[in-house]
Every structure is written in structure tokens, then in C-alpha cells.
């Protein structure tokens, strides 16, 4: 797929704000700090469209950004660091969780997983929650640029095996960076795919 455009278009934490067009929305969530902005910046080719930082819990907002005018990428908070207050980590719970129950809008969730980590209870945790609530999500693993290929296919492999414990057929799973664009292709088509499917 080609990206002609990619803009920003709504910041918000109230459903009843986001864009009310209806068109298909695919939105990143993971751990506070595990890429999902430095994600959409990578696969849009626009280094500065969503705000990224080293520092944990930047993403404060529902942010939309209209993809070649006719669907959408969603930015959310992230959510599980430690060091953020509580009254800020259920803020960004709540967030998290009246979008993806509520927004009907809401196409495909990519759950963001850092490659270099053994399975983190709190992930798996958040995908059988999603799994409950019947959203159609995949995974994507970041930051496959900071360790070595061998290292990251084994955590994949028991991230896989964990994920198999509870799910008979696996989410669809990409690896990416958004350092190199590792994945970009792959994720981008993956969504080019959905949206045929919906025209
Ligand atoms: P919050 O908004 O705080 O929840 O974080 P986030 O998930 O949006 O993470 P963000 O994209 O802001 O990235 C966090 C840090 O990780 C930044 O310093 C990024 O430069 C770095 N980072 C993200 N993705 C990659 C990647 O693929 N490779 C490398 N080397 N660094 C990455
Ligand atoms: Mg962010």
C-alpha cells in the first residue's frame, strides 16, 4: 500500500469527540514506552506525526490521524508503567478500555509486545481481556532492532507457546522495528487487505 497522506486530525479522551465518519480504524496499544507512536510515524513515512519520547507515558491522549483520507490509525496511552501515579494509570485504564469496548469503528487492535522481553504477565493479560471482548486484534513485536535475530525468535517462540496455552489459532503476528522499517510492508498490506474486505 501507498501512503499519499497522513494527518493528524483529533486528540481527545472522550469517545463522543473522535472523528464520527465511520471509517475503519486500526489503533496501537501496548505497554507504556513499547513504540506505538514511533510505530505509526514509521509506517506513515512522517517522523514527527505522532509524539514519541523516551520517557514513559507520553501518549496521554485517543490521538486519530486520517490515513490517504479514507481510514484511520489510532494512538493510544499506553498502559501497565509502574511509575506513573495510580489516579494516572487508572485514567489511561479507563481510556484504553471505553475506546476498545465501545468503538464500533474500531477495525483491527494491534497489540504492541517489545521483542527483547520474556512473556510479561501483564500482556497476556491484556490480550485475554481483548480475546473476551471479541475485538479482532494481532500482535506486533517492536524494537527488533536492539537484540539479535536469535534472541528475539526464541522470546517469539515462547511468547507463541504462552498464547497457545489459551488460544486455539494464533492472532496474526508481524515483527517490526521502527528504527530499520522492519514490518513496514508486511503491516501495511495486512491492513490494505481488511480494508478490501470492507469496501
Ligand atoms: P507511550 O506513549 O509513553 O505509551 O510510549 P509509546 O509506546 O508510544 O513509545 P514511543 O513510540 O514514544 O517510543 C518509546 C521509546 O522507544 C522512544 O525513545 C523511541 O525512540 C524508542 N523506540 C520505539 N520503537 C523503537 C524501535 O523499533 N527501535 C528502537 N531502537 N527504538 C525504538
Ligand atoms: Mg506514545
Not at 77 to 97: D, H, N
Not at 171 to 189: Q, R, Y
Amino acid at each position: 500500500m501507498i501512503i499519499k497522506s497522513a494527518k493528524f486530525v483529533i486528540s481527545n479522551t472522550k469517545l463522543a469527540h473522535c472523528p464520527s465518519d465511520n471509517l475503519p480504524e486500526y489503533a496501537f496499544i501496548g505497554r507504556s514506552n513499547v513504540g506505538k507512536s514511533s510505530l505509526i510515524n514509521m509506517l506513515t513515512g512522517h517522523s514527527k506525526l505522532a509524539m514519541t519520547s523516551s520517557k514513559p507515558g507520553k501518549t496521554k491522549l485517543i490521538n486519530h490521524f486520517i490515513i490517504n483520507d479514507n481510514w484511520y490509525l489510532v494512538d493510544l496511552p499506553g498502559y501497565g508503567y509502574a511509575k506513573s501515579s495510580k489516579s494516572m494509570r487508572s485514567e489511561f485504564g479507563k481510556i484504553i478500555t471505553r475506546y476498545i469496548e465501545s468503538r464500533e469503528q474500531l477495525t483491527n487492535l494491534f497489540i504492541l509486545i517489545d521483542s527483547r522481553l520474556k512473556p510479561q504477565q501483564i500482556d497476556l493479560d491484556f490480550i485475554r481481556s481483548v480475546g473476551t471482548l471479541g475485538v479482532p486484534f494481532s500482535i506486533l513485536f517492536t524494537k527488533t532492532d536492539k537484540d539479535s535475530k536469535a534472541k528475539i525468535s526464541a522470546n517469539i517462540e515462547v511468547f507463541k507457546a504462552e498464547l497457545a496455552k489459551e488460544w486455539e489459532t494464533l492472532p496474526p503476528i508481524f515483527l517490526t522495528s521502527s528504527k530499520t522499517a522492519t514490518g513496514k510492508e508486511d503491516v501495511l498490506n495486512y491492513i490494505s487487505s481488511i480494508n478490501a474486505t470492507l469496501q
